[in-house]
């Protein structure tokens, strides 16, 4: 009887509000730092110094570049694999599925520091000194290819997922019916029909691992390259203002990404990390 | 007889399927190649010595040495108390939007945000907590200011355990609140009215109903979290500069330069470190599956 007539909830407020608190203070600190570059006065001037510095916009292109071809390149690995085993080949569902819950057993840190030994020494012929590859890690072609590797494997539980969601609520079977008695390819099947029908899905997936791989920090800096996670971080070791400022863009971008996540899929918000 | 007649669709089946695997070859090469070896990598070195002969003496080392069990009990100990602490204030506030009665706007703001916040981690988080509790930050000049409190003389530092947990608590709570929200959802209104009908009191309602039915959703969740802040790197390097020697940071030290002066030795660590990650993902999934038998 007593729940019926439910009074103010006192205590849901308090929680809420603490939450609020503990959400925001943060965030406002950072704002609140990031404009006082100049004494007394409200000022941009730390986010002009700092969206100047040509490292910054080098670093961030950089990291841009890298999160452009690890979504292609996860979309181009995933989405055929996802397609087939759910058209084909469903008894490869479970040990697909236990792979793409790998990135989550074996931390970031962990995985570098494997393919580093793995690949900074050259591939050879087994039992002889024929040398195939040049060590990866040598070349700046094979570092970056490293490096994109490396964020397909951190973005694929959350890309794998939400190709597989994206699929499930598609016919897939009768799509690709269709499609072969019209005389389409497998290529043209995947490209014109799958691709199409799973936008939202992919969207959600790229604009994930965008967030991932923009402020990466771990690969970026134990493979050397000059990417905008390990800037900020040296930034921050000899500046106050400017690392504060992008600190807050950061923010603002997680934030966006997440929001047109929510946009695109409408229900509960995904969630990913390199902490 | 009837196995020689069973065995031959058998095998023209798995032959027509061996052609069929080929469609995911490419994912399990690129698996193998970028999560499998380097793995495997780490695993074969962890028990080898500098001869490359087989040896058990790095796992031996490794519940001996002392600095490196300093970093498992420093990394555990941030771990389980930023699951704790995340798991029960996560829980509170996914009641408070969900049960607890508050407008349903708040709950959608809610997730929104909690979505950001689990996401913003790294480098940006460890510099934003600088700017709100290091020594010039927005909260230590409040406090000094307003309340002549200097909370540095009280033996507080942001650069510490205490520090640190503080901010992992940023990017766990949330995530509590994303998972349990739903699992709130699934407590029945009936059970509630069964409960009421048959007298029980709001208490009795929330230790002998709801909370059996939530104990592994519940416990499945922090479980997750002291996974997530023990494979954490990032947020602690920005944040220390390595001063603060978890797991991750002394694995980190061992790949820019042996500090060990046992490739061996740290191998064995990154293995010990998969090895208790394995365990709590493990663990949150049989206890996900156990949460499903009531909820949804």
């Given at each position: 009887m007593m729940s019926r007539l439910r009074k103010f909830p006192f205590w849901s407020w308090v929680w809420f509000i603490l939450g609020a608190v503990y959400f925001l203070l943060p965030l406002y600190s950072t704002l609140d730092f990031s404009l006082s570059m100049e004494?007394?006065?409200?000022?941009?001037?730390?986010?002009?110094?700092?969206?100047?510095?040509?490292?910054?916009?080098?670093?961030?292109?950089?990291?841009?570049?890298?999160?452009?071809?690890?979504?292609?390149?996860?979309?181009?690995?995933?989405?055929?694999?996802?397609?087939?085993?759910?058209?084909?080949?469903?008894?490869?569902?479970?040990?697909?599925?236990?792979?793409?819950?790998?990135?989550?057993?074996?931390?970031?840190?962990i995985l570098v520091f494997g393919m580093i030994r793995i690949y900074s020494s050259p591939m050879s012929i087994p039992f002889t000194d024929i040398d195939l590859i040049k060590p990866l890690t040598m070349t700046k072609f094979g570092t970056n290819v490293l490096i994109v590797a490396g964020y397909m494997v951190l973005a694929m539980?959350?890309?794998?997922?939400?190709?597989?969601?994206?699929?499930?609520?598609?016919?897939?079977?009768?799509?690709?019916?269709?499609?072969q008695s019209l005389g389409a390819n497998w290529f043209t099947i995947i490209t014109r029909v799958i691709l199409p029908n799973i936008r939202s899905a992919l969207l959600s997936g790229a604009l994930l691992t965008f967030a991932i791989v923009v402020g990466e920090v771990i690969f970026a800096s134990f493979l050397g390259v000059k990417a905008f996670g390990p800037y900020l971080f040296l930034l921050g070791q000899h500046r106050a203002y400017e690392p504060a400022a992008l600190s807050f863009v950061s923010f603002l971008m997680t934030w966006a990404a997440m929001g047109l996540i929510q946009l695109f899929t409408g229900g509960q918000g995904q969630t990913a990390g390199a902490h | 007889m009837t196995q020689a007649i069973n065995s031959k669709p058998k095998f023209a089946g798995l032959f027509s399927n061996w052609k069929n695997w080929l469609g995911v070859l490419p994912f399990f090469l690129f698996a193998f190649l970028f999560l499998l070896l380097p793995s495997l990598r780490l695993f074969v070195g962890s028990f080898t010595d500098a001869n490359g002969d087989f040896t058990l003496d790095n796992i031996f080392q490794l519940f001996t040495q002392k600095a490196i069990l300093d970093a498992y009990w420093l990394s555990i100990r941030i771990s389980a108390v930023t699951a704790l602490g995340g798991g029960v204030?996560?829980?509170?506030?996914?009641?408070?939007?969900?049960?607890?009665?508050?407008?349903?706007?708040?709950?959608?703001?809610?997730?929104?945000?909690?979505?950001?916040?689990?996401?913003?981690?790294?480098?940006?988080?460890?510099?934003?907590?600088?700017?709100?509790?290091?020594?010039?930050?927005?909260?230590?000049?409040?406090?000094?200011?307003?309340?002549?409190?200097n909370i540095y003389k009280t033996g507080f530092n942001l650069y510490s355990f205490t520090g640190l947990s503080l901010t992992?608590?940023?990017?766990?709570?949330?995530?509590?609140?994303?998972?349990?929200?739903?699992?709130?959802?699934?407590?029945?209104?009936?059970?509630?009215?069964?409960?009421?009908?048959?007298?029980?009191?709001?208490?009795q309602y929330w230790i002998r109903v709801a909370f059996p039915v939530l104990l592994p959703p519940l416990l499945g969740t922090m479980i997750l979290l002291f996974g997530n802040a023990f494979g954490a790197y990032a947020t602690a390097y920005a944040l220390t500069g390595g001063s603060l020697p978890i797991v991750t940071i002394q694995i980190g030290a061992q790949i820019r330069g042996d500090v060990l002066h046992n490739p061996g030795l740290g191998y064995a660590m990154a293995m010990g470190m998969v090895f208790i990650m394995a365990i709590s993902l493990a663990g949150y999934t049989s206890l996900q599956k156990l949460s499903e038998r009531w909820l949804r």
């Open positions: 004494r007394d006065k409200i000022s941009l001037l730390a986010y002009q110094k700092a969206f100047e510095d040509k490292e910054f916009l080098a670093t961030f292109g950089y990291s841009t570049l890298l999160a452009v071809m690890t979504i292609i390149a996860s979309i181009v690995l995933i989405v055929p694999t996802a397609y087939w085993i759910r058209l084909r080949l469903p008894e490869a569902r479970r040990i697909t599925e236990f792979i793409t819950l790998m990135p989550f057993v074996i931390p970031a840190i539980p959350y890309m794998y997922r939400s190709v597989d969601t994206g699929m499930r609520t598609v016919d897939v079977r009768t799509l690709t019916e269709a499609a | 204030f996560g829980f509170l506030l996914a009641y408070s939007v969900t049960v607890g009665g508050l407008p349903k706007p708040l709950r959608s703001m809610l997730v929104t945000f909690s979505g950001v916040a689990s996401n913003f981690a790294g480098v940006p988080l460890a510099f934003a907590f600088v700017a709100t509790l290091g020594r010039t930050g927005l909260i230590t000049a409040v406090m000094k200011e307003f309340f002549g409190v992992y608590m940023y990017f766990q709570f949330p995530l509590m609140m994303l998972i349990m929200a739903p699992a709130l959802d699934g407590l029945k209104k009936e059970w509630r009215e069964a409960a009421e009908n048959l007298g029980a009191t709001a208490a």
